[in-house]
C-alpha cells in the first residue's frame, strides 16, 4: 500500500453547471489527496463527465471554484492547465489519427516542452528520443511508425495515456479510459496505468463504469448521483455501502 | 548503428536526386522552348509556390481558406505601392510584397482562427473580398480597377528565360524552407492542430495561436509568389486578389493532392499545363478541363502527388514524399 500524501492537490468548492433546464453539476464539493487513485463512479447522467471537464477547463460556464494546488484555476484554458501539471484523456480516445506513433509522442514531447515555435531538426530529434523511450516504456514500440488510425482501440488507450504522461503532470484525469473495451482489455490497462501512478507518485483521478476495475485499483471511490455526490469512502466501505448498492444495481446493470 | 544511418540517408539522396532531375527539365524545357516555353515555365513556378503556401494551410493544418488569394494580390500590391506610392527603388521593393502579405495574414489571420472548419473558410472569403474591394476602390491609393502599371521594366528586364531560372532559385528556396517548417517541431505542432486540436489544447497548445503561426508563413509565402507575378508581368490588378486566383490555388491543391508536400507543385505543374493549352485545342476549354479535372480526381483519390508516390511505390522508388 502506497503511503498517502496529506495534501489537497484539487479542491471544488460549490461546482454548478447547467445545461438549460437541467442540472448537470448541483453544488459539489470534492477533495483530492496528493498521491491516491480516486475514483469517480455513478449511473449515466450523474456528473461525473461534467465534473472532469470542469477541471480540465473545457467548459464555460461554471459556477463555484476550482483549486489546483491552492490556486484557482476555474478561469484558465485547458492548454494552461496541461502547463501547470494536469494530463488528461477523453471519453473517446483523442490521438492524432493520421500520424505515426512516434509522431504522436513526439508531439507530445515538443508540446510538453514548449519548443513546439522551433525549426530546428536537433531540438525535434531530442524530443523524439524522450518520445521513443516512452513508448518502450508503455509497450508500443514495435508500433513506433505505424499510423495510429491503424492501431486497435486498447493502443490507441495506451498511446493517449502515454501521451497525457509526456508532460510530467501532477494530476492526471482519465475520462472513462476502459470504455469500448473487453474485461480482459479493461484490466490490462488499468493495471498499467495503477502501476505508472505508483511508480512515479502522481495523483489520479477516473472515471470508470467497470467495478470489478475500480475496486481493484482505486485509493477511494467517490459515488455521483443526479449531480451531486452521495458518499465517499475507500473501495470497500463503498462496496459495504447500501446506498450505493441501491443506486448502482438499481440504475445501471 | 551503419545500417540505421545507410537508412535514413538513403531517402534524402533520392530525394536530392529527384529535386535535381525535375530542376534540370524544367530548366532545359526553359532554355529550349523559346519564349513563349519560358513564360509558361515561369508561371508554372510562381504558381507552384502560391499552391504549396495554401498547401501548408490545407494539407498539414487541415485549415481550408477560400480567399487565399488575398495574399497573393497584397503580394503584387505590396511591391507595386512600395514603387508607386513610396519612391523605394524597385529591387528593395521585393521584399515589401512578403511583408504586406504577412502583415495581413496576421490582422485576419487573427481574426479567422477564432472560428473553425466552415466557418473559417467563410470568414477567410470574407477577408478576401474585403481586400479585393479595397483594391478596387481606392482609386487615390491604388489605381482601383486599372490596377499599377508602367512602374517597372517587366522581370528588371531579365530575358524571359533568364527570368524563369531566378523565379526557380527563388521557388527552390521557399520550398525549402516550406519543407523545413513542415518537418520541424513547429509543422508537428501545425499537423497536432490540424488533426486535433482537443487533444493538442489538453496537451498545452493554443490551437489558435498555432493556426495563426500557420497562417503567416502561408501568406507570407502567398505574398512571394504574388510579389514575383508582379514582377513578371511588370504590373498589379485587383484580380490578383480575387476569387478567380484563390479558385486555382484550391484546385490544384486538391488536384495535386492533399496530406502531401508535393501537393501543390504537382497541382500547379498540371494545372497551368491544362489551363494554357486546353484552350489552343477547343472553344469549350472550360469544359474539357472541367471533365479532365474529375478525371484526375476519380481515378487518383489522392491527387496527382498521391499517383505519382503509388506508381513510386510499384516501381519499388519509394522516396518521392
Known amino acids: 500500500m502506497t503511503q498517502l500524501r496529506s495534501d489537497l492537490i484539487l479542491t471544488a468548492r460549490g461546482l454548478r453547471k447547467t445545461y438549460g433546464q437541467f442540472v448537470a453539476l448541483n453544488d459539489v464539493n470534492f477533495d483530492l489527496r496528493g498521491g491516491e487513485k480516486h475514483a469517480l463512479i455513478g449511473p449515466n447522467g450523474a456528473g461525473k463527465s461534467t465534473f472532469i471537464s470542469c477541471v480540465a477547463g473545457q467548459l464555460p460556464g461554471v459556477e463555484g471554484a476550482v483549486l489546483f494546488r491552492g490556486r484557482d484555476i476555474g478561469s484558465l484554458r485547458p492548454h494552461q492547465l496541461a502547463h501547470r501539471g494536469i494530463g488528461r484523456t477523453f471519453q473517446i480516445s483523442r490521438t492524432f489519427l493520421q500520424m505515426t506513433v512516434l509522431e504522436n509522442m513526439t508531439a507530445a514531447y515538443v508540446i510538453a516542452a514548449d519548443s513546439w515555435t522551433s525549426l530546428r531538426r536537433r531540438v525535434l530529434a531530442r524530443q523524439q528520443d524522450k518520445a521513443a523511450n516512452m513508448l518502450r516504456i508503455i509497450g508500443l514500440s514495435q508500433r513506433a511508425h505505424e499510423r495510429v488510425l491503424d492501431l486497435p482501440l486498447g493502443e490507441r488507450k495506451r498511446l493517449e495515456f502515454g501521451m497525457a504522461l509526456a508532460g510530467d503532470p501532477d494530476l492526471l484525469l482519465l475520462d472513462e479510459p476502459t470504455a469500448g473495451m473487453s474485461i480482459k482489455e479493461r484490466h490490462h490497462l488499468m493495471d498499467f496505468v495503477a502501476e505508472r501512478i505508483d511508480a512515479t507518485g502522481k495523483t489520479l483521478l477516473f472515471v470508470e463504469h467497470d467495478i470489478d476495475v475500480v475496486l481493484k485499483i482505486a485509493s477511494r471511490v467517490t459515488v455521483m448521483v443526479r449531480g451531486g455526490i452521495l458518499v465517499e469512502g475507500t473501495p470497500a466501505e463503498i462496496a459495504a455501502n447500501k446506498e450505493v448498492q441501491a443506486v448502482y444495481l438499481g440504475e445501471a446493470h | ?321
Open chain 2, 1 to 321: 548503428m551503419m545500417a540505421r544511418l545507410a537508412r535514413a540517408e538513403m531517402p534524402r539522396l533520392r530525394q536530392m536526386l529527384f529535386v535535381a532531375g525535375a530542376v534540370a527539365a524544367l530548366e532545359a524545357v526553359n532554355r529550349l522552348t523559346g519564349v513563349s516555353g519560358s513564360l509558361l515555365v515561369a508561371e508554372i513556378i510562381i504558381m507552384m509556390v502560391f499552391a504549396s503556401s495554401l498547401n501548408l494551410l490545407m494539407s498539414f493544418g487541415h485549415m481550408v481558406s477560400f480567399g487565399h488569394a488575398a495574399y497573393f494580390g497584397l503580394g503584387s500590391y505590396g511591391f507595386a505601392l512600395a514603387i508607386t506610392r513610396f519612391d523605394v527603388p524597385a529591387e528593395a521593393a521585393l521584399v515589401f510584397g512578403p511583408l504586406l502579405a504577412g502583415i495581413g495574414g496576421l490582422v485576419f489571420g487573427a481574426l479567422c482562427v477564432r472560428l473553425t472548419e466552415i466557418y473559417f473558410a467563410m470568414l477567410t472569403l470574407a477577408c478576401a473580398q474585403i481586400t479585393y474591394t479595397v483594391l478596387f476602390q481606392w482609386y487615390d491609393f491604388t489605381g482601383g480597377d486599372t490596377g499599377l502599371t508602367g512602374f517597372m521594366t517587366p522581370r528588371f528586364g531579365l530575358s524571359e528565360a533568364n527570368f524563369a531560372s531566378a523565379a526557380m532559385v527563388l521557388a527552390l528556396v521557399c520550398l525549402y524552407v516550406l519543407w523545413r517548417v513542415v518537418h520541424s517541431p513547429l509543422g508537428l505542432a501545425i499537423r497536432s492542430v490540424g488533426q486535433d486540436r482537443y487533444r493538442a489544447e489538453a496537451l498545452g497548445l493554443s490551437p489558435r495561436r498555432v493556426q495563426l503561426v500557420a497562417f503567416v508563413i502561408s501568406a507570407f509565402f502567398a505574398g512571394v509568389a504574388g510579389t514575383l507575378f508582379a514582377v513578371f508581368h511588370g504590373n498589379a490588378f485587383p484580380d490578383y486578389a480575387g476569387l478567380g486566383f484563390t479558385l486555382d490555388a484550391l484546385i490544384m491543391v486538391v488536384l495535386g493532392g492533399l496530406n502531401s508536400f508535393l501537393g501543390g507543385v504537382w497541382g500547379a505543374l498540371v494545372y497551368t499545363l491544362l489551363k494554357n493549352f486546353v484552350p489552343l485545342m477547343t472553344a469549350h476549354w472550360e469544359l474539357i478541363l472541367g471533365l479532365i479535372l474529375l478525371a484526375i480526381v476519380l481515378v487518383m483519390p489522392h491527387g496527382l502527388a498521391g499517383g505519382v508516390k503509388r506508381l513510386a511505390g510499384m516501381l519499388g522508388w519509394g522516396a518521392l514524399r
